[in-house]
């Protein structure tokens, strides 16, 4: 057996925003989540059809999705920012357990709060369940001044205009040293 004279170049963890184009990769990525992170991302344990739907039904226009791509081009963690009716944001997050504790979650949300300041977005939330101690944990590292509300932490903070450029989409942001 022979090999090609060259070597075919290694693919790096990647965190790019994701369009229209991803709604399958996203469909995958919370199919694959179990039920305890399903429940801990939606409030619910929420079954499979359900979750292909609210992948169908994703709004590009109006929402801003990024996601952390695994070298064998799986999306591992996923990050989603939408609209609410008072002119702030809510964050939601998801990281699939093989790639938890890798900071891929805190690296999704310090790209989304400049991608949200670049566009003008002043005031962004979290909501999460209390017994989500790795939410709450993360939403603290991000700035939030969290609230226990019962059986969640909610979370809010402002955001000054913005110092960098976030990304379109489309473009994608290499990762060095992951």
Known sequence: MSWPSQTPPRREWELRRLSGADVEAIARHWLSLPAGARYKRF????????????AE?????????????????????????????????????????????????????????????AQGARRV???????????????????????????FMRGERELEGPSIRGLRAGQSGRLRGS
């Open 43 to 54: 409030g619910h344990i929420l079954p499979d059809a359900t979750l292909q739907r609210f």
């Open 57 to 117: 039904d994703l709004d590009f226009a109006s929402d801003i999705f990024c996601g952390m791509m695994s070298p064998d081009g799986d999306l591992v963690a996923l990050a989603q920012a939408a609209p609410e009716w008072d002119g702030a944001w809510e964050l939601s997050f998801s990281v699939l357990p093989r790639a938890q504790r890798n900071g891929f979650a805190r690296r999704l949300g310090e790209r989304m709060l400049r991608m949200l300041a």
């Open 125 to 151: 939330r979290l909501c999460c369940l209390a017994s989500n101690l790795p939410m709450t944990s993360l939403a603290n590292a991000l700035g939030f001044a969290m609230v226990r509300d019962n059986v």
